[in-house]
Every structure is written in structure tokens, then in C-alpha cells.
């Protein structure tokens, strides 16, 4: 047996885990399956837009939570890859939504100009539909060596989650809650289990239902999910406040700006940060029957209280 990082591993040892090699190595597989699963085609505009976005960076946590919630549960990385590559499409199209004016009204977005900034409000509105879409499409098509019925269940929880239901609603009660940071405890955690936290619970549960999971095992890493969703957007309210627009990628300070509520404001910046640390235990304790075989999606929820942006 080897460790991530390549060193054999003594006879009785379980490999010492090390997620920057992990990252990188699953970072590098998703940005090789992102640049193929797109190819630039007639009429080029759009396809140019839509690539522009999708292949500007970022961590890739939502494909790489999907491949290892996948191989957790007795898959492979292929089996989930489509998937995967869907869910960065479909959280990237939300971001090119978001950034409109119409939304939050952003010009930078992982370092780079805002999709709508670079060609035009009217290609990027369409350049999210036209991944929005695609994603599905992509994984109807594309999946393979899986039962017909487990990529079915798959879909039919991705469209929950984007939806009304799920990322649409919490975009709605955040829009609607801009300029009152009165908005109470239970409104901010509709706003953040919607928005952020349904999109990062399909991706640990699709990738678990195209493995075949027992409900048992996609109760508790749906439970996981729930609470690293919470505890990453605790986290992207503190770092609002705490980090540069050069680490962030996209402009700081931008919550107090728009005068919306957020952590930070309900309960201080120390007490955030407590709360999102609780949040990660509760969610590696759900993983506790699985043993070793957990380590990535243990290290991937530290991860979220450790980043920078
Ligand atoms: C989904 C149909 C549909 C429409 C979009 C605009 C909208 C509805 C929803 C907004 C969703 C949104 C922008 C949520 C914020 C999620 C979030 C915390 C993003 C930052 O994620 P990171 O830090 O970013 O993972 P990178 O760039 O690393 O991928």
C-alpha cells in the first residue's frame, strides 16, 4: 500500500493521509474531465462564455465531494466523473447568475472578470442556462457501468436541489432579505441550507446513489453534508469580513455593503468560528462507521474551516 503522497506504507499502518496532495491530484483529474466535457462548437459565442467560466478555477470542492462520497461507498472515480463534472457546472452557472446586476451585481469572480462583464449581460444569462442543461444532459449521456435506476434517483435529487426547492428558494429569500439585517437566525439558515448547502448535499448524495448506498449510509452522509453546508457558508460570511479581494478572487466587505445579516453580524466573528468548528465535528462524527475509508471526506471538512477563500 501507498500513502497519497507516494511513500509506502508499513504492513498493519493505515497510509497517513495528506489532503494538499489529495486535492491536488483530484483537482487536476476534474479540470482534465471539465475541459473535455465542453468542447468549443458552433455558434462559439456561447460555448466560449460557458467554458470562460467554467474553466476559470476555483477549488472544485463540489466535484471532488462527489467522486469521494462515490469511492466511500464501494464506487469508482468513472462512475461518478459525469456527475461531478455536472455539479461544477451547475454551481458555476449559479455564480454567472448571481454576479448579474440583477443579483449581487459583481465584476470579479475567481480572479477574473464576471462572465457578464467580459460578454454582455444577454450571453451570460444564457451561458448559465445553457449549463444548467448541459449538466443534466451530461449526465444522462455520459454516466456509464451504472444502473440505469441509481443515475434516475441521481437526477431526480440534483433538479430538487437546484430548484425551487432548493438553491432558486434560498436565492429568493436571500434577494428578499437584502438591506434588513434584522432578518432573524431561522431565515439566515433557510437562505444558507437553500442557496449553498442543497448543492453540496446532492453532490455527497449523488455521488453515494450512483454507488448503490444503503439508506442507512446515505442518511448519515447526507447528515455530513448538511452540516459541512452550514459550516462552509459560516465560513464564506467570516472571510467576507477577514480576507482581501486578492485571496478571495471576488470583492471583500460585500455583505456589510449590501447591508445583508450574516454570521458574523447574528453572533460575532468568535463565536462563528466556534460554531462552524462544532458543525465539522458533528459532521465527521457521522462518518465514524465508515473507519479509514472516510479519510478524504474527514480531511475535506476540515478543509472548510482552514481555507482562505
Ligand atoms: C441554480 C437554476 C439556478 C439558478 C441560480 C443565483 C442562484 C440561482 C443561486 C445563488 C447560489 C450561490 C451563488 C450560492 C453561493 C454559494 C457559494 C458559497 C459559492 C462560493 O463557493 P466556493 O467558495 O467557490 O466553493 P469556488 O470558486 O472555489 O468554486
Same mark, same amino acid.
Given at each position: 500500500m501507498v500513502a497519497t503522497?507516494?511513500?509506502?506504507?508499513?504492513? %498493519?499502518?493505515?497510509? +497517513?493521509?495528506? @489532503?494538499?496532495?489529495?486535492?491536488? %491530484?483530484? &483537482?487536476?483529474? /476534474?479540470?482534465?474531465?471539465?475541459?473535455?466535457s465542453l468542447p468549443l462548437i458552433y455558434p462559439e459565442k456561447i460555448y466560449e462564455a460557458m467554458r470562460y467560466s467554467l474553466l476559470a478555477g476555483g477549488k472544485r470542492l463540489r466535484p471532488i465531494l462527489c467522486l469521494a462520497t462515490c469511492e466511500l461507498v464501494g464506487g469508482t472515480v468513472e462512475m461518478a466523473m459525469p456527475t461531478a463534472c455536472a455539479m461544477e457546472m451547475i454551481h458555476t452557472m449559479s455564480l454567472i447568475h448571481d454576479d448579474l446586476p440583477a443579483m449581487d451585481n459583481d465584476d470579479y469572480r475567481r480572479g477574473k472578470l464576471t462572465n457578464h462583464k467580459v460578454y454582455g449581460e444577454d450571453i451570460a444569462i444564457l451561458a448559465g442556462d445553457g449549463l444548467l442543461a448541459y449538466a443534466f444532459e451530461y449526465i444522462a449521456a455520459q454516466t456509464q457501468n451504472v444502473p440505469a435506476e441509481r443515475v434516475l434517483k441521481a437526477i431526480a435529487w440534483l433538479g430538487h436541489a437546484v430548484g425551487a +426547492?432548493? @438553491?432558486? %428558494?434560498? &436565492? /429568493? /429569500?436571500?434577494?428578499?432579505?437584502? %438591506?434588513?439585517?434584522?432578518? &432573524?437566525?431561522?431565515? @439566515?439558515?433557510?437562505?444558507?441550507?437553500?442557496?449553498t448547502g442543497a448543492l @453540496?448535499? +446532492? !453532490? /455527497?448524495? !449523488?455521488?453515494?446513489?450512483?454507488?448503490?448506498?444503503?439508506?442507512?449510509?446515505?442518511?448519515r452522509l447526507s447528515r455530513y453534508a448538511q452540516n459541512i453546508g452550514l459550516a462552509?457558508?459560516?465560513?464564506d460570511d467570516i472571510l467576507d469580513i477577514t480576507a482581501t479581494q486578492e485571496e478571495l478572487g471576488k470583492t471583500a466587505g460585500k455583505d456589510l455593503q449590501a447591508q445583508k445579516a450574516t454570521y458574523p453580524s447574528l453572533w460575532g466573528l468568535e463565536t462563528s468560528k466556534a460554531k462552524a468548528q462544532q458543525l465539522i465535528e458533528e459532521a465527521k462524527a457521522q462518518l465514524e462507521p465508515f473507519g479509514d475509508k472516510a479519510q478524504p471526506l474527514i480531511a475535506l471538512a476540515e478543509f472548510i474551516t482552514m481555507r482562505t477563500n
Open positions: 503522497d507516494g511513500r509506502p506504507v508499513p504492513k %498493519g499502518e493505515s497510509p +497517513a493521509f495528506d @489532503l494538499s496532495t489529495y486535492l491536488k %491530484g483530484r &483537482q487536476a483529474k /476534474v479540470e482534465a474531465a471539465l475541459d473535455r +426547492a432548493g @438553491l432558486v %428558494g434560498g &436565492q /429568493v /429569500v436571500d434577494l428578499e432579505s437584502e %438591506g434588513r439585517p434584522d432578518i &432573524q437566525e431561522e431565515t @439566515l439558515n433557510y437562505i444558507h441550507t437553500h442557496k @453540496l448535499e +446532492a !453532490c /455527497v448524495v !449523488c455521488g453515494a446513489l450512483l454507488a448503490g448506498a444503503t439508506d442507512a449510509d446515505l442518511a462552509f457558508q459560516i465560513i
